[in-house]
């Protein structure tokens, strides 16, 4: 059996609106195996997003903990949770949230120059793109893409670092079913060959029932 890569012991999670407390998690708990496809799935405003960011150490929970192969990844401070992210975490959103101004390669290649990995950054970035079959793209600006090609950019830039888990926050709900049926296609085959975990937020159905695990 895969290895247990997270860990989410008793998570809870306040929000203030106004003079109103909104408790959005409670007590959750949660482990993601090695290689596995989870769907975390619920209508809009239920916590999906908040336990991604949660997850991925992008928040942090009122109360609980969240192990990350065995290491709790709120024990440290904010350069730590950094170094985390950068090194183990792949983030797809629903908004692709590319740089306009840079292509799909640049865009691809920027977390690696932001973390300063060794190596050759452009091919790296170019091999991904075309492995989500965008390699006739490379040099095309964001606005120069289809909505489709946006997010299998977001994509390959989730991937470029090679991370352990990718978290996806409705990563095809600002697509059309055929187009988001695709661009999960495209994610899945990429889990396939390269073996990263996967927790997916959804509201489909139809996505998670490609998953290995449902939630809700």
Avoid: W
């Avoid at 809870?12 to 003079?19: I, V």
């Avoid at 009122?62 to 904010?78: H, M, N």
């Avoid at 790296?124 to 492995?131: N, S």
């Avoid at 049926?181 to 390269?194: D, G, I, K, N």
């Amino acid at each position: 059996m895969n290895e247990l890569l997270i860990e989410a012991r008793g998570l809870s999670k306040t929000y203030l609106s106004g003079p109103r407390s909104i408790e959005v998690l409670a007590g959750l708990e949660l482990t993601v195996r090695a290689g596995e496809a989870v769907a975390v799935i619920g209508d809009s405003g239920v916590g999906k997003s908040t336990l991604l960011h949660l997850l991925g150490a992008l928040d942090r929970p009122d109360r609980g903990t969240v192990l990350f192969g065995g290491r709790d990844v709120f024990a440290g401070g904010l350069a730590d949770r950094a170094r985390h992210r950068n090194s183990n975490i792949g983030f797809v959103f629903q908004f692709h949230h590319l740089l306009p101004e840079f292509t799909a390669l640049e865009n691809v290649a920027m977390p690696l120059r932001i973390a300063r990995r060794p190596g050759d950054r452009t091919e790296t970035a170019r091999a991904l793109l075309e492995a989500v079959g965008l390699g006739g793209r490379l040099h095309h600006l964001p606005a120069e893409l289809s909505g489709g090609e946006q997010q299998r950019v977001a994509i390959a830039r989730a991937l470029s670092a090679s991370p352990a888990v990718v978290l996806a926050d409705e990563p095809t709900g600002n697509l059309d079913p055929r187009t988001g049926t695709e661009v999960f296609r495209a994610l899945r085959q990429l889990q396939s060959e390269r073996g990263f975990a996967l927790v997916l937020a959804t509201h489909s159905e139809r996505l998670a029932l490609g998953c290995d695990r449902i939630l809700r």
